[in-house]
Structures are given as structure tokens and as C-alpha cells.
Nanobody, 117 residues
């Protein structure tokens, strides 16, 4: 079973930047993997931030997220990253990494990001 594992969440001040990481617990990414970042704020639906292909690093962002987040991966460190620049209180949410492999989606447990004013 593929087990994504997020880390890097915490409490930050408004305007701060934060980078979250995603790894495969007890395993590695595979070339054909699609990695996606989502978030879910209290009382709101889960929303996609963007995706990246593991092998080529091709990125796609949701229209509402473009320009606010940067997704990248470090092939040698076997991690995918979500960089958040200038976070605002509205960005408070649980952030999830998921991995799609062979048309099956595997979800991480999420990492909490709280942005204080």
C-alpha cells in the first residue's frame, strides 16, 4: 500500500512563507506517479491546489491557486514539496498530499497549517 506522509505544518504568522513536504512512508515514488496537493479548511470542501508528475516534474495548478503556491519535487531526496508564500489566515487548513499510482489514489493523513494574524 502506498502511504503518503506529509510534514512541515504548524502555526505561522500572516505573511510568512512555509514549505510542506510529502514522502512515501516506507517506500519511494515511482516514475509514473502523479502527486497532488489538496487542502481543506474548517467547514469547507477539500480543494485541489495542484499536481506534479514525479518523473518529469510537470506541474499543473488549479486556477484559484495559481501564483499563490509552488509545487516541486526533489527526485534524489524522494520528496515532493508545496511552497506557500505570504500565507494569510484564510489559508488555515489541513493540507494533504496524495499520490495517484496505476489509477489508484492514496491519501496522506494531512498536516495542519494555522495562520495567525
Amino acid at each position: 500500500q502506498v502511504q503518503p506522509a506529509e510534514s512541515g505544518g504548524g502555526v505561522v504568522q500572516a505573511g510568512d512563507s512555509l514549505t510542506l513536504s510529502c514522502s512515501v512512508s516506507g517506500g519511494t515514488f515511482v516514475g509514473d506517479d502523479m502527486v497532488a496537493w489538496y487542502r481543506q479548511a474548517p467547514g469547507k470542501e477539500r480543494e485541489v491546489i495542484g499536481t506534479i508528475t514525479w518523473d518529469a516534474g510537470s506541474r499543473h495548478y488549479a486556477d484559484s491557486m495559481r501564483g499563490r503556491f509552488t509545487i516541486y519535487r526533489n527526485y534524489h531526496e524522494n520528496r515532493a514539496w508545496l511552497h506557500m508564500n505570504g500565507q494569510q489566515p484564510e489559508d488555515t487548513a489541513i493540507y494533504y498530499c496524495h499520490i495517484k499510482r496505476d489509477s489508484v489514489v492514496y491519501w496522506g493523513q494531512g498536516t495542519q497549517v494555522t495562520v495567525s494574524s
